[in-house]
């Protein structure tokens, strides 16, 4: 009898599941504790960024991530229309909230 078949008499195949489950549940509650703990920061503990200068055009120039994309885009607007982008981006977003939600089968 070899070392392999001398083991497997002594364990039988549920009690090795069991052992693997328990492991496996072990280590997505420690994968779940540190996602957890990751998120716990307060918004004094983010890098305040400067607030960025106008150029010698008047425009305020930024790199802004692309979906799809590992490469930025550099966007260049006046403050103006920064300020106009952002209040159109909270009118969205206010809209999207305030809708309501179809049940299934409603058109």
């Not at 607030?51 to 799809?68: F, H, L, M, S």
Request: include cysteine; proline fraction near 6%; charge should be positive.
């Amino acid at each position: 009898m070899n070392a392999w078949n001398a083991a497997s008499s002594s364990l039988s195949r549920t009690s090795v599941r069991a052992a693997c489950l328990r492991w496996s549940f072990l280590a997505a509650g420690l994968l779940c504790m540190g996602a957890v703990t990751a998120q716990e920061g307060t918004a004094e503990d983010a890098p305040v960024r400067p607030a960025p200068q106008p150029d010698k055009n008047g425009k305020i120039c930024q790199y802004e991530d692309v979906t799809g994309s590992r490469m930025k885009k550099r966007i260049c607007m006046t403050p103006e229309q920064y300020e106009a982008r952002q209040r159109a981006a909270r009118e969205a977003v206010r809209e999207l909230d305030a809708r309501s939600i179809p049940k299934v089968g409603e058109g």
